[in-house]
């Protein structure tokens, strides 16, 4: 299977050199970018759903929260001008922006803020980062341009969280409908969704800093098929992929001086995630079998074309407390097939493996299930398309196993929550999250993130891959595309043309 998808790869690849070098861009506006993705949002509210996808297209250009996330992962200014923290670490005092409106004119301010956090925080809310707002005891809003949140109890991460696009900012009167007609304050508002091809904006001529937005429109269009994308960027028909899929391609585009490619790093930890909550692998030793029979640097190399960082944990490689865990089970099929025998399937185990459209899945899971079969794991591919997979594994929890990135930023608290889709319940690793939430001084977090990590290592939650990186080719003249995602997001205000 391998040496055959090699060939086609390789053929397809010199039909492409062979194509005449069209003029990239020679008729693209100067005020226009059309932008490739792999995956197309399932819904435009990115407070009612944990695809990726919709952050790309939202975050940072139809809505905006209290504070952004910067290219280098900092804490900025955004509708909050500034801020202050009591001593004590429980009240932020957020001072919001003069002169700004959304996108249907209504003027932001302090009430609406109050309202996005309480829908957030009620029983029936169905935001994917409830951690962020579960802490809230109170929202003061003693004047339009003041917001005062007091929490329960200490929250290392707040601030950080408010950053998300779990936490941007609504106006009441357009909730309903922002699932598919969004409506907020950021510098591009919403035009069109071709479903299954694209979605329009254009600058929004009452943001407050109009005046340094070129880009007045930008399109989104979604390509899943790697070599589509590689067709339609050597085309001229997009102006950059954010996140190319065709690895094995991108020494064409470095050596083609109309493009500029760059690879960064992602906060995606990808994994093959395994269902704790029922057999085969509710039992530790299945689990550590999987962990003995992956061979990263086979996943990396065939898959990825070399490009990945691999983990031994979840966690991301980008931060100080990382640990290097990725020795705690080697690549050992003896030791898989025993662990196998001792667990009580001497002739090993049928299982399916759902497979989700990106490349790092869809090329990872051939070589995966090649491995696991080496130690008598047989693993049936289902490939599911994404809105399957967010309602059938992820929302249902009716999968074996399945492939995934995570890419939000310090997100190994998803493993304390109880109806996670790999429902990991383990009550001493939800104590330790709960210590890390209300511990404030770094080098104490830190130190409890390094246990969190061997934690799960031990465990064996999840066969933990590697970093999914970031390879982003645009045209060489448009600059301002983010080389890193600290957060998936791809802010239009920042591009322009040279």
Do not use: C
């Not at 197309?40 to 759903?49: A, F, K, V």
């Not at 202050?84 to 996108?103: E, M, Q, S």
């Not at 069109?192 to 109009?210: F, K, T, V």
């Not at 490939?383 to 929890?397: G, I, K, M, S």
């Amino acid at each position: 299977m391998t040496k055959i998808w090699i060939r086609t790869v390789a053929a397809a690849l010199l039909a492409i050199v062979g194509l005449a070098a069209a003029p990239l861009s020679a008729q693209t506006p100067r005020d226009t970018v059309t932008l490739g993705m792999a995956l197309e949002p399932p819904t435009l509210d990115p407070t009612t759903g944990a695809a990726q996808a919709i952050r790309e297209v939202t975050l940072g250009n139809i809505f905006e929260g209290l504070v952004r996330i910067d290219a280098q992962g900092r804490i900025q200014p955004g509708l909050a001008e500034s801020w202050g923290i009591t001593p004590d670490g429980l009240t932020y005092t957020f001072r919001l922006r003069a002169g700004v409106t959304f996108h249907n004119g209504v003027a932001f301010e302090a009430a609406h803020v109050k309202a996005t956090f309480e829908r957030a925080m009620a029983p029936d809310s169905t935001n994917a980062q409830k951690w962020i707002f579960q802490p809230i005891a109170s929202i003061a809003t003693p004047d339009p341009r003041t917001v005062a949140i007091t929490l329960r109890q200490p929250m290392a991460n707040f601030l950080f969280g408010l950053g998300w696009g779990d936490a941007v900012i609504f106006e009441p009167s357009t909730i309903a409908n922002n699932r598919t007609n969004p409506v907020g304050t950021g510098p591009y508002r919403f035009v069109r969704w071709a479903r299954g091809d694209r979605i329009e904006l254009e600058r929004y001529d009452g943001y407050r800093d109009r005046a340094n937005l070129p880009i007045r429109r930008a399109v989104f269009r979604f390509m899943s098929d790697p070599q589509a994308q590689m067709a339609a960027l050597r085309a001229g028909d997009i102006d950059g992929v954010t996140n190319f899929g065709a690895y094995e391609a991108v020494d064409l585009f470095r050596n083609d001086p109309r493009f500029r490619v760059t690879v960064g790093n992602t906060e995606g930890e990808t994994i093959l995630a395994l269902n704790n909550g029922r057999p085969p692998f509710n039992d530790v030793r299945v689990r550590r079998a999987v962990a003995h029979a992956i061979d990263r640097a086979a996943i990396i190399q065939g898959a990825m074309s070399g490009f990945g960082t691999p983990i031994g944990s979840h966690f991301s490689p980008n931060h100080a407390a990382y640990v290097d865990l990725t020795g705690t089970y080697p690549h050992d099929p003896a030791r898989a097939r025993a662990l196998l025998a001792e667990a009580g399937h001497p002739n090993g185990l049928q299982v399916t493996l759902r497979l989700p459209p990106p490349v790092y899945a869809r090329r990872g899971g051939e070589i995966i299930a090649a491995q696991l079969a080496a130690v008598g794991i047989r693993a049936t591919i289902e490939p599911v398309e994404f809105a399957q997979w967010l309602q059938q594994v992820f929302q249902r929890r009716d999968f074996d196993m399945t492939i995934i990135s995570h890419t939000e930023p310090l997100d190994i608290d998803i493993y304390a929550r109880e109806t996670y889709y790999f429902s990991y319940a383990k009550p001493e690793f939800r104590a330790l999250i709960e210590r890390i939430n209300a511990t404030v001084d770094e080098t104490q977090r830190n130190a409890l993130y390094q246990q969190a990590q061997r934690m799960l290592a031990e465990d064996s939650v999840n066969g933990f891959l590697f970093m999914l990186p970031k390879v982003t080719i645009t045209a060489a003249a448009l600059q301002g595309v983010w080389a890193n995602w600290p957060i998936p997001a791809n802010p239009i205000a920042e591009m322009r043309w040279q």
